[in-house]
């Protein structure tokens, strides 16, 4: 029950985290492998999708219902995410994500130099792109990231939130309103494998989906109300944990 426990309150704060900025699994996942030592990590990480999912879609809600977006859009990207999720998932079968878990907070680095160094960045919402060619971009950017998110995963947030602002031209809050239905859509394609293959703990997927759509509730009405500023805040903190946290387990661990 302490397990239950523990893993429970995780689940509310990754909920929290993962509506704001994306990055909640920085959390979570941590916490089932510290609370489950001897379990799969498949297991784990699928556990945690079925979890997760419940409080990003509860997210994607709140934020679609209040942040004006483009459904002809956000619907080609979505099902490109879910796309990319499969192969991604699919080629991890076969290959290991070694040079990638090594790469990876360098990458995560620039993404933060770069947004502490533009102090504009994703303050004002002004789309570069419209029509055919947003669609185009948006697509091609949720088909790379969800390709990451079923390949590797830690971060998918946050480069879809990074991605859409940079690439695309939107403020914080727009971004990470896209980013939820991307993420969303990249997480049903996980949970289809890892539960076909029998990788979740149902029961203790259910109780920390109750404590995600909590956590979910307050960062998404604290993201709306407070607009795209505090989301860049949370984005900054969110990626500068998520860089030691890769480079401890890329390179420390």
Excluded: C
Aim: aromatic share 12%; charged share 10%.
């Amino acid at each position: 029950m302490l397990d239950f426990l523990f893993a429970a309150l995780a689940s509310l704060l990754a909920g929290f985290i993962d509506a704001v900025a994306g990055g909640g699994g920085l959390v979570l996942l941590p916490a089932l492998f510290s609370a489950f030592p001897g379990a799969a990590p498949a297991t784990l990480m699928g556990t945690n999708k079925g979890a997760s999912v419940w409080g990003t879609t509860w997210a994607a809600g709140q934020y679609l219902r209040r942040v004006q977006l483009d459904w002809r859009t956000l619907a080609p990207a979505a099902a490109l995410s879910l796309i990319g999720s499969l192969l991604g998932a699919w080629l991890l079968t076969l290959t290991s994500p070694d040079g990638l878990r090594k790469a990876l907070p360098w990458v995560l680095a620039g993404v933060l130099l770069y947004t502490l160094a533009r102090k504009d960045l994703g303050r004002a919402h002004a789309p570069r792109f419209e029509g055919r060619r947003e669609q185009l971009a948006m697509a091609g950017i949720a088909g790379v990231v969800g390709f990451y998110d079923g390949f590797f995963g830690p971060g998918t947030g946050s480069f879809f939130v990074f991605l859409f602002v940079r690439v695309l031209g939107y403020d914080f809050l727009h971004a990470s309103a896209a980013a939820k239905l991307m993420n969303l859509a990249s997480n049903v394609a996980a949970i289809s494998l890892f539960a076909a293959k029998g990788h979740v703990w149902w029961l203790l997927a259910g109780v920390m989906a109750v404590t995600n759509v909590a956590g979910s509730l307050a960062g998404t009405r604290l993201a709306l109300k407070h607009g795209a500023g505090f989301v860049r805040g949370v984005f900054v903190l969110v990626v500068t944990a998520l860089i030691l946290k890769t480079a401890w387990s890329a390179y420390g661990g």
